[in-house]
C-alpha cells in the first residue's frame, strides 16, 4: 500500500496538540531510524509530506520493522555510527534538517551489562555528537534528545517521577541515558542560550507495538514464544511498567518539536507515559497478551535468581506535558496490546504490515471510527 498524504490531513482537527500541515515540506533528520520507535516515527512523517533523512546503524534485528514498513524510496537513509562525528556531519551537511529527532541509542538493560563501554559511547558520546552537528547548522530549529523514564534516581516508591527529580540511572543503559540528558541541558545553556534552536529532552516509558523483534523485551518475547507454539517466559512478573503504544510518545515528540519550533517557551524537559491505571506489572501486560490473541495461549514465571538489576516498580508523573499542551494519552493498554497483536497476525500470515500500521495511525488518531 502507498503513502497517502490524506492519511494525517485531519490531525489538527482530531489533536489540537499536532498538526500535519506543519510537517509537510518540512526537513527532518531522525537518528535511530532503523529501530522500532524510528520506524513508525519515519512512517508517520513521511505521511505527513515531511523530507526525511535517517541516520542510524543497520536494522537491529532481522526480521526488522524498518524493512517491513515499506519506507524504502520515500525517504533518505543513511546508514552510520552515531559515534562517527565526520559521517553525521556531512549527512547533516547534505540533508540541512530544520528539526532534529534524536533515537540512536543501545536500549538494551541487560546489553548493556554485557558492553557498558560501547552503552556509555554510544549514548553519551553520541548525544555530544548530534548536539556538535546541531550547534554548527544554523539550519536546526528544534533538537528533542529522547531518553527514557529509567533516567530517574529509582527509589521504587509508589507515586511517579517528575522532572525535577534527581537524575541517576542505575545500570549503564539507565546512567548513560541519565548523562545524555545532562550534556543536553549543558549544549542547551552553553551555546543555545539565544534561543534560535530550542532544546528540549522527552523521557518516556516502556513502549510496545507491532515491529518489536528485540532481544529481553517482554512483547518480542511473546511473538517468539507464539511463533514457536511454546508457552510464554516471564522474568520479571511483577515488576511494575509504565506501557504504551508507541504511537502515544511518538505523537508527543512531534508536538514537542513543533510548538518549541513556533515559540521557544516550550522548550524544557518531558516525561511521556500512560495513565495511572496502564501501569501494570509484567505478568498483568502478558495476561492481557494471552487473552487478546486466544487460542489458550499462556505463560510461565522463569525468574532469574542472579540475574542483573532491574528497577521493580518505577512510572512517571504526566503532569506536566498534560498542563503545558493539554497531551494525554489516547489508548489504555487493552487497545495498546489489542494493536500489537492485530499487527503480529497480519505479520504472520504475511499480510500487507504497510496497510497495517497505516491502519492503527489512522484509529489512533480517530479515523474509520
Not at 498538526?19 to 513508525?40: I, N, P
Request: aromatic share 12%; charged share 20%.
Amino acid at each position: 500500500m502507498g503513502f497517502r498524504q490524506g492519511t494525517l490531513e485531519s490531525v489538527g482537527r482530531l489533536m489540537n496538540y499536532f498538526d500535519a500541515d506543519f510537517y509537510k515540506g518540512k526537513r527532518v533528520l531522525v537518528t535511530g531510524h532503523t529501530g522500532f520507535k524510528g520506524s513508525w516515527l519515519c512512517r508517520i512523517l513521511v505521511n505527513a509530506g515531511a523530507v526525511v533523512t535517517g541516520y542510524s546503524l543497520n536494522p537491529p534485528t532481522n526480521p526488522n520493522l524498518f524493512s517491513l514498513a515499506g519506507l524504502e524510496g520515500h525517504m533518505h537513509s543513511v546508514i552510520g555510527d552515531i559515534r562517527d562525528l565526520s559521517l553525521l556531519s556531512k549527512t547533516f551537511d547534505e540533508a540541512q534538517p530544520e528539526i532534529v529527532l534524536h533515537l540512536a541509542a543501545q536500549p538494551i538493560v541487560r546489553d548493556s551489562y554485557k558492553d557498558p563501554r560501547y552503552t556509555y559511547e554510544t549514548n553519551v558520546m553520541g548525544t555530544v555528537n548530534v548536539l556538535e552537528c546541531v550547534r554548527l547548522h544554523s539550519c536546526v530549529r528544534s533538537f528533542l534528545n529522547v531518553t527514557t523514564d529509567k533516567v530517574y534516581h529509582n527509589n521504587e516508591w509508589i507515586w511517579g517521577y517528575r522532572e525535577n527529580e534527581p537524575l541517576d540511572g542505575f545500570d549503564p543503559y539507565s546512567n548513560s541515558k541519565s548523562c545524555s540528558e545532562l550534556v543536553t541541558h549543558s549544549y542547551k545553556n552553553s551555546f543555545f542560550a539565544d534561543g534560535h534552536t530550542a532544546i528540549s529532552t522527552a523521557r518516556a516509558g516502556n513502549v510496545i507495538g507491532g515491529g518489536d523483534f528485540a532481544n529481553d523485551r517482554i512483547i518480542p518475547d511473546c511473538v517468539r514464544a507464539v511463533e514457536a507454539g511454546k508457552a510464554i517466559g516471564v522474568r520479571n512478573p511483577y515488576s511494575t511498567r509504565p506501557y504504551q503504544h508507541a504511537l502515544e510518545p511518538l505523537f508527543a515528540y512531534l508536538m514537542i518539536a513543533q510548538k518549541q519550533y513556533e515559540d521557544g517557551k516550550y522548550a524544557g524537559w518531558y516525561n511521556v507515559g500512560p495513565d495511572e491505571c496502564d501501569c501494570v506489572t509484567t505478568g498483568e501486560l502478558v495476561d492481557l497478551f494471552c487473552s487478546s490473541w486466544g487460542d489458550g495461549l499462556t505463560w510461565e514465571n522463569q525468574a532469574e535468581a542472579h540475574a542483573p538489576h532491574e528497577a521493580n516498580f518505577l512510572k512517571l508523573d504526566c503532569s506536566k506535558i498534560k498542563s503545558v499542551f493539554g497531551w494525554k494519552p489516547r489508548w489504555h493498554i487493552d487497545e495498546a496490546i489489542k494493536m500489537t497483536v492485530d499487527w503480529t497476525k497480519v505479520w504472520l500470515d504475511k499480510g500487507d504490515i504497510p496497510a497495517e500500521m497505516e491502519r492503527e495511525i489512522r484509529l489512533y488518531l480517530g479515523e474509520n471510527q
